[in-house]
Structure formats: structure tokens, C-alpha cells
């Protein structure tokens, strides 16, 4: 029973990849706007029912990863080690998502394409704001529940803020430059590491 779900689990993170490659591929080959989702899940050999299966929209291809990383940065925070600095448990909780992006949308011109995108979608833009706000109001009730005490809802919010709007807007800048992956994750450490020297 195990083995039959592990099959059925890679099967579906197969058909979801192969949903996002072939969405790049028509995204780079005819643009955004110009694609659709049947056409998507045609170049996937896959159902659009299928396609809805594994995002909402069209814009949700395109943001695939980053539920995953802000899952990752969750479990950071709710692993706070005792005697776990705040500053410490934000970059640990960062880093895991920094590391996470150059693994899965830096490395392979992800992030670069959807850079690109959403600087021109309007539709695109309006659901990376809306995941962006979700996230960090996710990470900084994680955040006050790590250190009750020490740290009011407003205060979390504040430095969840800083810490992703400073990391999200020097890999932002990098990346239309034309830096490179390892470049564009320098970037993001070095944002981190700013902010983190401000938080006591």
C-alpha cells in the first residue's frame, strides 16, 4: 500500500513537471498571452481537467515552487533550536528558501523567465503580489509563535517585511541585469545578511 502511493505521488510530481516544461517552452516560444491552458496540457499530453488537478491558473504554473519554499521557511521558524537567536532563525529560515530557489527556478531560467513575465502581465503581477502578501503574513505568525514573548504580530510582520521585501528585490534587480544563478543567489545572501545585522 505504501509502495502504490510513493508510485502514485512521483507519478503526479512527473505529470506536474512535465505541465510546467511545456508551459515554459510555449510561454519562451509564443509568449504569455498567446497560450493557453489547453494548449499547455496538449504540449504535456495531458487533459486540461488534469491541468486544473495541479494549478488553479495559468499564472500558478509559473509560481509552481514557491509553496514549497515558504514551507520549508515555516519549518525553519517552528524548529527554533533553545537558545536560537531571532536573527539566527530567520536567516536559517531564509537561506532554506534561498537555496531552495536556486535549485529550482534560478539554476534553470525559471526565475529569469518569470521576471520577464511579470513585468509585462498585468495578471501574472496581480497573483505574485497576492502569494507574496500571503507568505509573509504566513511567516510572520510563524515568527511570533517562535518567540511569544519577545516579539508582537506587528514586529514579526515588520521584519518578515524587511527581510523578504530586501531578499525578493536583489534578486529582482540581478536577474535584469542578466546575473548569472550563482550571481542572483549572492545577491539574495547578501540582502539577507544586510537585514539580519539589524535585528537584535
Given at each position: 500500500?505504501?509502495?502504490?502511493h510513493g508510485l502514485r505521488e512521483?507519478?503526479?510530481?512527473?505529470?506536474?513537471?512535465?505541465?510546467?516544461?511545456?508551459?515554459?517552452?510555449?510561454?519562451?516560444?509564443?509568449?504569455?498571452?498567446?497560450?493557453?491552458?489547453?494548449?499547455?496540457?496538449?504540449?504535456?499530453?495531458?487533459?486540461?481537467?488534469?491541468?486544473?488537478?495541479?494549478?488553479?491558473?495559468?499564472?500558478?504554473?509559473?509560481?509552481?515552487?514557491?509553496?514549497?519554499?515558504?514551507?520549508?521557511?515555516?519549518?525553519?521558524?517552528?524548529?527554533?533550536?533553545?537558545?536560537?537567536?531571532?536573527?539566527?532563525?530567520?536567516?536559517?529560515?531564509?537561506?532554506?528558501?534561498?537555496?531552495?530557489?536556486?535549485?529550482?527556478?534560478?539554476?534553470?531560467?525559471?526565475?529569469?523567465?518569470?521576471a520577464r513575465l511579470a513585468a509585462?502581465?498585468?495578471?501574472?503581477?496581480?497573483?505574485?503580489?497576492q502569494r507574496y502578501l500571503t507568505?509573509?503574513?504566513?511567516?510572520?505568525?510563524?515568527?511570533?509563535?517562535?518567540?511569544?514573548?519577545?516579539?508582537?504580530?506587528?514586529?514579526?510582520?515588520?521584519?518578515?517585511?524587511?527581510?523578504?521585501?530586501?531578499?525578493?528585490?536583489?534578486?529582482?534587480?540581478?536577474?535584469?541585469?542578466?546575473?548569472?544563478?550563482?550571481?542572483?543567489?549572492?545577491?539574495?545572501?547578501?540582502?539577507?545578511?544586510?537585514?539580519?545585522?539589524?535585528?537584535?
Amino acid at each position: 500500500m505504501v509502495e502504490r502511493h510513493g508510485l502514485r505521488e512521483r507519478k503526479k510530481q512527473r505529470t506536474r513537471q512535465a505541465l510546467i516544461e511545456a508551459a515554459v517552452r510555449l510561454f519562451e516560444d509564443r509568449g504569455y498571452d498567446q497560450v493557453t491552458v489547453a494548449e499547455i496540457a496538449d504540449a504535456a499530453e495531458v487533459s486540461p481537467r488534469t491541468f486544473f488537478l495541479h494549478f488553479q491558473t495559468k499564472e500558478d504554473v509559473l509560481l509552481a515552487n514557491t509553496d514549497v519554499r515558504v514551507d520549508l521557511a515555516l519549518e525553519a521558524i517552528a524548529e527554533r533550536r533553545a537558545g536560537e537567536r531571532l536573527s539566527e532563525v530567520l536567516v536559517r529560515a531564509m537561506d532554506q528558501m534561498i537555496v531552495n530557489a536556486w535549485d529550482r527556478d534560478l539554476s534553470n531560467g525559471f526565475a529569469a523567465l518569470r521576471a520577464r513575465l511579470a513585468a509585462s502581465v498585468p495578471a501574472l503581477q496581480a497573483r505574485l503580489l497576492q502569494r507574496y502578501l500571503t507568505a509573509q503574513a504566513e511567516l510572520a505568525q510563524a515568527l511570533h509563535r517562535a518567540f511569544p514573548d519577545s516579539l508582537d504580530i506587528i514586529a514579526a510582520s515588520a521584519l518578515v517585511g524587511a527581510m523578504v521585501g530586501a531578499v525578493s528585490a536583489s534578486a529582482l534587480t540581478a536577474l535584469q541585469r542578466g546575473d548569472g544563478p550563482d550571481e542572483v543567489r549572492d545577491a539574495m545572501r547578501q540582502a539577507m545578511a544586510l537585514v539580519a545585522r539589524s535585528v537584535t
